[in-house]
């Protein structure tokens, strides 16, 4: 991510953004991007609508045409009212949501969000995710890195799963989770029972701790077999399969059989 | 090489604009300062001493206050204040994924720590004037001096901030190196009342002598060959911190 924001130097091979060498073009990369930062590094000096002001002068932004955007950009993240607002005072969620609006304050080509929701409350998640959704919907472009599925499975068109640096799938979150786990999971408590008849209607099956999941797009009729089996003493779960289930059968952790 | 554009006055301006929020206690102590020590050492302890060289002790110790205050604004702003901006407020990391390079923000910076120093420079010349302390017109040559040795100090300043590994640790060029030239740069005392060696040291090592030296010159308006090479040693030891600070700097930041 760094090397893409031209900030760490490229560690090998060739990397172009818009079609330009990070190594030589830097800044011209860098004016058409905007970066939202996993940590906050908004100025603490400043006031909300300030912070936006003096980002914009480091990209050479003439004053009078980033005031209006500014407050255009504090109305859309639901600021307005924090404009004279010191830094410090803000909510965790207002500074994502400042962050995110001084990212978009050069109107980039190019947003770049790290974890865009990492630590917040669900309310704070739900309306970060709108508006990340509606800058989508104009259509722009956004890159975001995040560790929690059901975020890339809400966002995300094309996703890359990545594990201790290679990329291991990429595709559509409902591909993915097709091709790699199957449209519904069933859960069940593991009994010897439950093994037994799973061998025996030759069904694969994953194991998770003391739960036994079965991934497959028959989910009613397995669920019926698995219920007889239990003689419906242990609860029997069917749910629609996640990229959370992609992504720990990809970087492993259950056996396969 | 490095790579500096006209950018650079708006890692400038931000460092000003924050300057100007908190004006009211930015601009106490230059005005306090003088008066204080002026007071205390000039009019109080002076009163002990008949003269310097032949100056009244007040008016020899007036441009060394000037020079102790661009010292110490230029410095501490480039130090504590600086690191406080890169490490715990991570305000590079934030003008760094902008058009701006790295080199500017150091170089903005820097520059902003001359200005500082220029600016207190400004407002203790009045109080100096009204003690008639110093001569006129050539003390108005204080202020764009200020920001020469402004710079100077913001370069070595930068160099330590650049190397240490916490704010804590910046606490050894403050006791080991900037209060000892406080004191044996010719501030209070003539120079060469003290052995030949630490005289050579002095000039060699230490910054303030040669800052004292010139402003003393601009105060009294008596200027003398020495004070080219005072003029000649901060001109090229600023480039020096200079570029250097860029350089250190960069070798932290950019991983």
Redesign the interface.
């Known amino acids: 991510m760094k090397m893409i ?1 031209c ?3 490229k560690s090998g091979g060739t990397l172009e953004v818009f079609g330009m060498d990070v190594d030589t073009h ?3 990369i ?2 058409h ?1 905007g ?1 939202v ?1 996993q ?8 006031s909300a609508y ?1 912070n936006l002001l ?2 914009a ?4 932004i003439p004053k009078r045409q980033v005031e209006k955007r500014a407050k255009e950009l504090l109305t859309f993240m639901q600021l307005e009212e924090k404009r004279d607002v010191l830094i410090d005072k803000l909510s965790g969620g207002m500074k994502r949501r400042l962050i995110i609006a001084r990212a978009l304050v ?1 109107e980039p080509e190019l947003l770049i969000l790290d974890e865009p929701t990492i630590g917040l409350d669900p309310q704070a998640r739900h309306l970060i995710w709108e508006k990340l959704r509606n800058l989508r919907a104009e259509g722009n472009t956004l890159v975001l890195t995040t560790h929690y599925l059901d975020e890339a499975e809400r966002l995300c068109d094309r996703l890359v799963i990545m594990d201790h640096g290679k990329i291991l799938v990429q595709g559509t979150p409902a591909d993915l989770i097709r091709e790699h786990a199957g449209n519904d999971v069933v859960e069940v408590e593991r009994t010897e029972k439950v093994v037994a008849r799973l061998e025996e209607l030759r069904l694969n099956y994953d194991l998770a701790g003391d739960i036994i999941q079965v991934f497959t797009n028959r989910p009613n009729d397995v669920a019926q077999e698995l219920l007889e089996v239990c003689r419906h003493e242990a609860a029997v779960t069917v749910r629609p399969a996640t990229l959370e289930d992609v992504f720990l059968r990809l970087t492993g952790r259950s056996l396969r059989e | 090489m490095i790579d500096i554009t006209t950018r650079v006055q708006s890692v400038w301006r931000r460092n000003w604009d924050a300057f100007l929020r908190t004006y009211r206690v930015n601009f106490i102590p230059p005005f306090i300062e003088p008066v204080l020590y002026l007071l205390a050492l000039g009019f109080g302890l002076g009163t002990y001493i008949e003269a310097v060289d032949g100056i009244p002790y007040p008016v020899f110790i007036a441009p060394a206050l000037v020079s102790i205050s661009v010292m110490y604004s230029a410095f501490f702003e480039c130090t504590y204040s600086s690191f406080v901006r890169m490490y715990y407020q991570k305000t590079f990391d934030a003008i760094i994924a902008t058009p701006v390079a790295i080199d500017e923000v150091i170089a903005g910076e820097m520059l902003w720590g001359a200005t500082r120093g220029m600016i207190y420079a400004t407002l203790m010349l009045p109080v100096l004037l009204l003690f008639g302390v110093v001569a006129m017109p050539s003390s108005l040559l204080l202020i764009p001096f200020a920001f020469l040795a402004g710079l100077l100090f913001a370069g070595i300043a930068m160099c330590f901030t650049a190397i240490t590994p916490s704010i804590d640790a910046l606490n050894y060029p403050s006791f080991l190196f900037i209060t000892p030239m406080f004191l044996f740069s010719g501030t209070f005392f003539p120079l060469d009342i003290l052995p030949e060696p630490i005289q050579y040291f002095a000039l060699a090592a230490l910054p303030l002598t040669h800052v004292v030296g010139f402003n003393r010159a601009i105060t009294l308006a008596t200027f003398s060959p020495i004070n080219l090479l005072n003029l000649a040693w901060i001109a090229v030891a600023t480039v020096i911190f200079f570029v250097l600070a860029i350089r250190l700097m960069r070798r932290r930041l950019v991983v």
Do not use: H
């Not at chain 1, 002068?57 to 050479?60: A, D, I, N």
């Open positions: 924001q900030i760490s130097p830097q800044r011209q860098k004016s991007l970066v930062p940590e906050n590094n908004l100025d603490p000096d400043f300030r003096i980002y002068r480091y990209f050479g050069n």
